[in-house]
């Protein structure tokens, strides 16, 4: 798993905010894979979630997933769930 840089990624819809992961399943997810991010504003606090999913992700395929607010007080985000099944 490793962050998007700023020239892989578009956020999606106009005032956002937004994140971007790569990540690879070694040994795939035959349903769907979930990712969740805990978001931060400027002091630290946890403030919401964002979340992205996919379907069903052959083993070693690389995923794009991207995470999106419209919370104008976020500073940072962490991922804080991967589900894989």
Known sequence: ????NDKELTCP??????????VVARDGCPQNLY????IEDAAGTI?????????AVPPKKRVKMIFTTFDESVHTASVSKVSCY
């Open 35 to 38: 990712v969740e991010l805990s």
């Open 13 to 22: 819809y106009s005032g956002s905010s937004c994140w971007g992961l790569y």
């Open 47 to 55: 403030i919401g979630m964002t979340n992205d999913a996919v379907g």
């Open 1 to 4: 798993m490793r962050w998007l």
